[in-house]
């Protein structure tokens, strides 16, 4: 197949794009694949690549046409299928899968609705809310309400005096800060930090002796979806929280802990509510499913409707675990979605 593989983008998470890019690179060239790198630059340019590089080559620029496909200067790319890394906003969100649909493009993992719901994540809490899931308390706090006491103590009294504060729509701890002992500072600053990632925050309890646990899901023609996992993370630098750097320290950072330890019983429901989560966003491809053990029960924190695929990512790892590899995954991903796009591309568009 002729694929696009399209990373980088406007996001926080830019750097992070481009490294699970190198790793699905491989993949595809590994199962004889044709590849189209295109990177989206920091302006949300889009540049055609002849390989994935930290820099951005902008010898051959691109334009997506509606309704067509990807056009550089000589003509249109012969693309069968693209496979997005761009993490976070403009590339998770269900914008970039809404504009690869509208230039008939399929996109292998979730479309732009469970793309749109994952990504925001007081939204998907409603979804899981609706479906019984367990979730974590949280009031959002936008922009436009003032920091006061007032404030505060309605948040001190919902959720307790250590408070945990992040964008709505952000990924890989971005913007992320815990407060041990909420004051009206400390909070300001908190929220500050958070809008200007996005245009809400959410405010959590703290949980310090928090299990953090992470489910691995994917969608398989044969089996149905599939949930590999879960990994307990484990922090050797036992920071108040899973910072940016931790995630994607290549030494000495936190790690996924395969078998997790869990009891059997736990390890089970853990499964079983990722299935349930993917299926409540109405979700396409593959995800991640993290949650929170509190008092040994599992509470569901958030979904990745694009997770990291790079070196230290643990989805890769919780599918190896689970008996898989990421080498067919990816294909059946792929064909997916060539599949479900030609499905929704052929639906009745008139009344005839």
Same mark, same amino acid.
């Given at each position: 197949m002729?694929?696009?593989?399209i990373?980088?983008g406007r996001?926080?998470?830019h750097?992070?794009? %481009?490294?699970?890019a190198r790793?699905i690179?491989r %993949?595809?060239?590994?199962?004889?694949h044709?590849l189209?790198?295109?990177?989206i630059?920091?302006?949300?340019c889009w540049f055609?690549? @002849?390989? /994935?590089r930290?820099?951005i080559?902008?010898e051959?620029?691109l334009w997506i046409v509606p309704g067509?496909?990807i056009?550089a200067?000589?003509?249109?790319l012969?693309?069968?299928?693209?496979?997005?890394t761009?993490?976070?906003?403009g590339?998770e969100?269900g914008?970039?899968?809404?504009?690869c649909?509208?230039?008939? %493009?399929?996109?292998a993992?979730?479309d732009?609705?469970?793309?749109?719901?994952?990504?925001h @994540?007081?939204l998907?809490q409603? #979804?899981?809310?609706?479906a019984?899931?367990p979730?974590?308390?949280t009031?959002?706090v936008?922009e436009?309400?003032?920091?006061t006491?007032?404030?505060?103590?309605e948040l001190r009294?919902?959720l307790?005096?250590?408070?945990?504060?992040?964008?709505?729509?952000a990924?890989?701890? #971005?913007g992320?800060?815990?407060?041990i002992?909420?004051d009206?500072?400390?909070?300001?600053?908190?929220?500050?930090?958070?809008l200007?990632?996005?245009e809400?925050?959410?405010?959590?309890p703290?949980y310090p002796?928090v299990i953090?646990?992470?489910?691995a899901v994917?969608?398989?023609p044969e089996?149905g979806i599939?949930a590999?996992?879960?990994g #307990?993370?484990?922090n050797?630098?036992?920071?108040?929280f899973?910072s940016?750097?931790?995630?994607y320290?290549l030494?000495?950072?936190?790690?996924?802990e395969?078998p !997790?330890g869990l009891s059997d019983? /736990?390890?089970?429901?853990?499964r079983s509510l990722?299935?349930?989560?993917?299926e409540a966003?109405k979700g396409?491809g593959?995800?991640?499913?993290?949650?929170?053990l509190?008092?040994?029960?599992?509470?569901?924190n958030?979904?990745?409707?694009l997770?990291?695929?790079?070196?230290?990512?643990? +989805?890769p790892?919780?599918?190896?675990?689970?008996?898989d590899?990421?080498?067919? #995954?990816?294909?059946?991903?792929l064909?997916q979605?060539? !599949?479900?796009f030609?499905?929704? +591309?052929n639906?009745?568009?008139?009344?005839d």
């Amino acid at each position: 197949m002729n694929v696009a593989l399209i990373y980088g983008g406007r996001s926080a998470e830019h750097e992070v794009s %481009i490294n699970s890019a190198r790793t699905i690179e491989r %993949i595809l060239k590994h199962n004889l694949h044709t590849l189209y790198p295109i990177a989206i630059d920091r302006n949300g340019c889009w540049f055609l690549q @002849k390989q /994935v590089r930290n820099t951005i080559d902008e010898e051959i620029p691109l334009w997506i046409v509606p309704g067509s496909g990807i056009y550089a200067q000589n003509g249109m790319l012969p693309i069968d299928v693209g496979f997005p890394t761009t993490h976070g906003r403009g590339g998770e969100d269900g914008n970039l899968q809404g504009l690869c649909t509208l230039a008939k %493009i399929p996109l292998a993992g979730c479309d732009t609705v469970s793309s749109a719901v994952g990504m925001h @994540k007081a939204l998907a809490q409603s #979804v899981f809310d609706r479906a019984g899931i367990p979730t974590i308390p949280t009031i959002i706090v936008t922009e436009a309400m003032p920091v006061t006491d007032s404030l505060l103590e309605e948040l001190r009294q919902s959720l307790g005096s250590s408070l945990f504060v992040k964008p709505e729509n952000a990924g890989s701890s #971005v913007g992320i800060t815990p407060l041990i002992e909420a004051d009206l500072p400390s909070l300001a600053r908190a929220l500050r930090l958070a809008l200007s990632y996005s245009e809400r925050a959410l405010v959590q309890p703290y949980y310090p002796e928090v299990i953090e646990a992470e489910c691995a899901v994917f969608e398989d023609p044969e089996q149905g979806i599939i949930a590999c996992g879960p990994g #307990v993370i484990k922090n050797p630098k036992k920071e108040t929280f899973l910072s940016y750097s931790q995630k994607y320290t290549l030494q000495g950072g936190a790690y996924l802990e395969l078998p !997790s330890g869990l009891s059997d019983e /736990v390890e089970e429901e853990i499964r079983s509510l990722a299935v349930r989560a993917f299926e409540a966003i109405k979700g396409n491809g593959y995800a991640r499913v993290d949650f929170f053990l509190v008092d040994e029960r599992p509470i569901l924190n958030e979904i990745n409707t694009l997770p990291g695929l790079t070196a230290t990512s643990h +989805w890769p790892k919780l599918l190896h675990h689970g008996g898989d590899s990421i080498e067919r #995954v990816v294909d059946l991903l792929l064909e997916q979605a060539i !599949s479900d796009f030609d499905r929704r +591309w052929n639906l009745r568009t008139s009344h005839d």
